[in-house]
């Protein structure tokens, strides 16, 4: 399953092998440069998200000066460019946006006027049927903050994880995370699949296969 503490101050190859930009473990933190490059986090291709959850804390970038996007992103993708779903906060909007997308889009969305303190840990969890946008002052206690049924690409085989940071415009920073699906004391006690990470195919296994 996938988690991570980034405490070792190496990013782990093998979990995190589709990672792209100059990413870095920093602190205790993933550290991911939010500039007009492209930078994240990527895990590799090889998890389902039926049953389980991803989850983490959210340290967002300054907004620099940016113009129309300074973003920290915690996104689930399929395996179809523009279908994925998850947590998009853009500090120049001051929004952050629940989202689940198909073809880039999603009639659906849910934005929030983002809170430092109320959404600190974002968690996009699935359970029998039904996709839960979630966050947390503290990564104990959850809150909903949007249900839908769950699209059918959270069973497939071919799932990743990105944590992604990006701006349009201004100077530069980064978009960190922490504690990427680690249980905090005391949390999640009344919790059953949802407990687990996105698990790699066949759930058989604990070892992450592939790239």
């Not at 993933?30 to 804390?57: E, F, K």
């Not at 659906?108 to 968690?123: I, K, M, N, Q």
């Not at 701006?167 to 905090?184: A, E, H, K, L, P």
């Amino acid at each position: 399953m996938l988690q991570d503490t980034f405490d070792d101050g190496v990013r782990d190859p093998v979990l995190w092998s589709a990672s792209y930009g100059d990413v870095v473990e920093v602190g205790g933190r993933a550290r991911v440069p939010c500039t007009t490059d492209y930078s994240a986090y990527g895990s590799a291709l090889v998890y389902s998200l039926a049953g389980a959850q991803v989850a983490c804390r959210v340290y967002p970038p300054a907004a620099g000066g940016a113009l129309v996007e300074a973003l920290a992103e915690v996104l689930v993708l399929s395996g179809t460019g523009g279908t994925d779903a998850g947590f998009s906060l853009n500090v120049v909007t001051g929004l952050l946006k629940l989202i689940s997308r198909v073809g880039y889009g999603d009639v659906g969305e849910v934005a929030l006027a983002y809170s430092p303190t109320d959404h600190a840990w974002v968690r996009l969890r699935e359970a029998a049927g039904s996709l839960y946008w979630e966050t947390s002052p503290d990564g104990v206690t959850w809150t909903v903050r949007r249900t839908a049924a769950s699209p059918t690409w959270v069973s497939n085989a071919n799932l990743s994880v990105v944590l992604a940071g990006h701006r349009d415009s201004g100077t530069g920073d980064y978009s960190q995370f922490d504690n990427f699906n680690i249980v905090r004391s005391g949390g999640l006690r009344s919790l059953q699949r949802s407990l687990a990470g996105p698990g790699p195919y066949p759930r058989t296994t604990s070892t992450v296969k592939g790239a």
